[in-house]
């Protein structure tokens, strides 16, 4: 922990609240790498795009597994060579695996994957019977 300056008009008293404040709040969140992820769904499809920058495309496995979807991969650690003393890194590394449960209305043998500029996305089709139908009006 930091210690807090009681001068109000030292020069770096902002920077000594910083670091106390960042202790007191990030401390209990600091867990492995956990994917920001997106789903939408469109007319004949749903689109799950997760968030993985730094993670390399060998490093990342999409399974479908009795009706969920499982993302899951490993973020190396980012070793840097700068001379220096990190007070603190926000950046996280390690295994880490996200699992949805998908519709009955998908055809989950047709799921396509692309994965560019540290976004994994997937395209997820409907089946013929899910997707919206137009009905005659005679």
Known sequence: MYATCTRPN???AWVDR??????????????????????????????VRAELPGVARENLTVEVKESRLILSGHKEV?????EGRYHYTES???NFSRAFDLPRNVKSDAIE???????????????????PKTVEIK
């Open 10 to 12: 030292y020069p770096a």
């Open 18 to 47: 910083f670091f106390d404040e960042f202790e007191r709040t990030a401390s209990s969140e600091r867990v492995n790498f956990r994917p920001k992820v997106d789903v939408v769904e469109t007319s004949d499809a749903y689109l």
């Open 78 to 82: 980012a070793t840097q060579k700068e």
């Open 92 to 94: 996280r590394s390690g």
């Open 113 to 131: 994957a692309t994965h560019k500029d540290g976004v994994l996305q997937l395209r997820i089709p409907k089946a013929e019977e899910a997707k």
